[in-house]
């Protein structure tokens, strides 16, 4: 071997140890981010020396795609448990006080005490503010239903738009790595970044993937509708300014394709946007349906009877009495009320009305002498509470059962939606992070297997220094020589 080819060999050598050093030392100063994937560089043997000729980076395809379908599973999870959370303290208060059945349960003791002493007009005062919390209960509880759907209506606003910026990111990364893998220049950073824009991505809508030639990549959601293909397709949204019983959420809309919210009941979602639409238009909307029926039920146990006369509103009414609702009607909880004609605060107002009737005319009157110990109607009024009656299939409760047994059901079901919901955030956090911790290990750092291989390329960096300055003794030996 000639003295020219030694010295060729042991510059290669250098400039590919260099090389070597640079992506171990990358590999190091990047070992804490979790979008960044381990590179190694591939060197071969070729005269006149060796040299590296390729910088790959560790990828592993499955447990890419398990870890992107465990972030959508968590993310709808963690959003529909936060929801409900929310959703609970606002309709029922902490410890459920403010909630609906706990107003009737009080009306109940309010009612049977002056059932004991028809002719105190305190108690009956007792029954009157009992009912207003009731009322206060119905009506709170469907302005918080209404506030919380507005406020999810602009909270799937805000993700589509982040959704749409996300996917223009997405694209820009995309053509890089077009461009590079074209040219032959490394787009290791382009992947790391397209990776990561992917995961946020998932988190919003369930992905699926497929790479196309020049790494060119294609995005679908996971029941066939396109994503991004070359260039985003439009996530579409109309928010609306403000919501009531009757009010319809729009659709979110990806390529003019309309979004399921998923599948798995009201206690699961993927992806934030199932979330909020299941928040919104699920879960929130039975429960205003639940409270609609139980101000019906509350009309229907008070209302004055006299047959063949119609039943007519007694201590309860609403915007559409004195007739008693007999079917579900949206928004009746927000619009019940306290009948004048036996609240004292107002004109006219007289609580005996409720214990001798005729607050819709003297047909209406059960008590005819006039006698202060006459409890029969507060005693009806009490066992109509706990009568079964029919409610309507859309409040998501067992059809036949009393209004008492109802609003308790009520807090029994929206509890049995929300513990289903936390026990499935708890368990997809825990995939998500084992999913993630897998596709760590298989394509992230490991610091001291890099500074095991910094330690090496020393050795060879040594070595081939050494074999410089023994080819430049060499040279300089012959020069002198000539």
């Known amino acids: 071997m000639s003295l020219s080819s030694a010295l060729s060999i042991a510059q290669s050598a250098l400039l590919t140890t260099s090389r070597q050093t640079s992506v171990v030392t990358r590999n190091v100063s990047d070992a804490s981010n979790p979008d960044y994937s381990r590179r190694t560089a591939t060197v071969v043997s070729m005269a006149p020396g060796a040299r590296s000729v390729d910088i790959q980076r560790a ?17 709808g999870q963690a959003t529909l448990s936060n929801g409900l959370d929310r959703l609970q303290l606002a309709v029922n208060g902490v410890d459920n006080a403010a909630s609906a059945s706990t107003a009737i349960g009080n009306l109940q003791n309010a009612l049977q005490l002056y059932a004991t002493s028809p002719s105190n007009q305190n108690l009956g005062a007792s029954v009157i503010d009992a009912s207003r919390q009731v009322v206060r209960s119905l009506t709170e509880g469907t302005n918080a239903i209404q506030a919380f759907r ?69 995005i679908t959601t996971t029941d066939g509708t396109t994503l991004f293909e070359t260039i985003p397709r439009s996530v579409s949204f109309t928010p609306s300014s403000g919501y009531s019983p009757t009010t319809t959420g729009a659709t979110v809309y990806i390529d003019n394709v309309p979004l399921s919210p998923g599948m798995g009941g009201l206690g699961e979602a993927a992806g934030k ?4 639409l299941q928040l919104r238009d699920g879960v929130a909307s039975t429960m205003q349906s639940q409270l609609d029926e ?26 559409g009495g004195p007739a008693v609702p007999t079917t579900l009607e949206p928004g009746l909880a927000g619009t019940i009320s306290i009948n004048a004609a036996v609240d004292p605060s107002q004109p006219g107002g007289n609580i005996n009305l409720l214990r001798d009737g005729g607050i819709n005319g003297a047909a209406y009157v059960k008590n005819a002498t006039g006698g202060a110990s006459f409890s029969e109607m507060l005693i009806q009024y009490g066992d109509r509470l706990d ?10 409760i067992s059809a036949s059962s009393s209004v008492t047994e109802f609003s308790a059901n009520a807090i029994g079901w929206f509890e049995g939606i929300r513990q289903q919901a936390t026990a499935l955030a708890d368990t997809k956090e825990a995939l998500a992070s ?46 002198e020589a000539v």
Do not use: C
């Open 434 to 479: 084992r999913t993630a911790e897998a596709l760590s290990n298989e394509t992230g750092v490991n610091v001291d297997m890099e500074m095991s291989l910094m330690l090496d390329l020393e050795h060879t960096y040594q070595a081939s220094a050494r074999l410089m300055s023994t080819i430049d003794q060499m040279l300089n030996a012959l020069l």
């Open 294 to 319: 139980i101000a019906r039920g509350l009309i229907d146990a008070f209302a004055e009877k006299a047959p063949p006369l119609a039943d007519m509103a007694g201590l309860f009414t609403w915007q």
């Open 387 to 396: 009568a079964p009656m029919i409610f309507s299939p859309a409040a998501g």
């Open 273 to 276: 946007l199932a979330g909020f």
């Open 59 to 75: 990828t592993n395809a499955q447990l890419f795609r398990q870890n992107l379908f465990a972030l959508s599973a968590w993310s």
């Open 150 to 218: 507005t406020d999810m209506d602009s909270q799937i606003a805000n993700a589509v738009g982040q959704l749409n910026d996300l996917l223009v990111q997405f694209e820009g990364a995309n053509k890089a790595i077009i461009s590079g893998t074209r040219s032959g220049t490394d787009v290791s950073d382009a992947l790391d970044k397209r990776d990561a824009l992917l995961k946020k991505i998932a988190e919003y809508v369930p992905v699926s993937t497929y790479t196309r030639g020049d790494n060119d990549m294609v």
